[in-house]
Nanobody
Framework: QAQLVESGGGLAQAGRSLRLSCAAS????????MGWYRQAPGKQREMVAT???????RYADSVKGRFTISRDNAKNTWYLEMNNLKPEDTAVYYC?????????WGQGTQVTVHS
């Protein structure tokens, strides 16, 4: 049974928006931090955005001002709102949860941005 269930993603035109969601069990959701990574073809996986249990957020420089990470405590879900998408945002996006002693990863969802 998947611990993290991703949804969202797909194909978008440059300048448009997409939203990713990641749902988790309560025990995972209350971990230290959660967030999103991405991996483009031929490149290493990189951090996109993270949010701690206390709500502190951090973003990659390449997405600052365009992407927003948030969490819904009632739904045990966190989101990545991606605005003003660029072709270089094309990648497989993975949600993750850091419990300190173990990390969980989503199955990945493809985001493709065309100009």
């Amino acid at each position: 049974q998947a611990q993290l269930v991703e949804s969202g993603g797909g194909l978008a035109q440059a300048g448009r928006s997409l939203r990713l969601s990641c749902a988790a069990s309560r025990s995972i959701f209350t971990g230290n931090a959660m967030g999103w990574y991405r991996q483009a073809p031929g490149k290493q996986r990189e951090m996109v955005a993270t949010i701690t249990r206390t709500g502190i957020t951090r973003y990659a420089d390449s997405v600052k001002g365009r992407f927003t990470i948030s969490r819904d405590n009632a739904k045990n879900t966190w989101y990545l709102e991606m605005n003003n998408l660029k072709p270089e945002d094309t990648a497989v996006y993975y949600c993750y949860a850091d419990l300190g002693y173990i990390n969980y990863w989503g199955q990945g969802t493809q985001v493709t941005v065309h100009s």
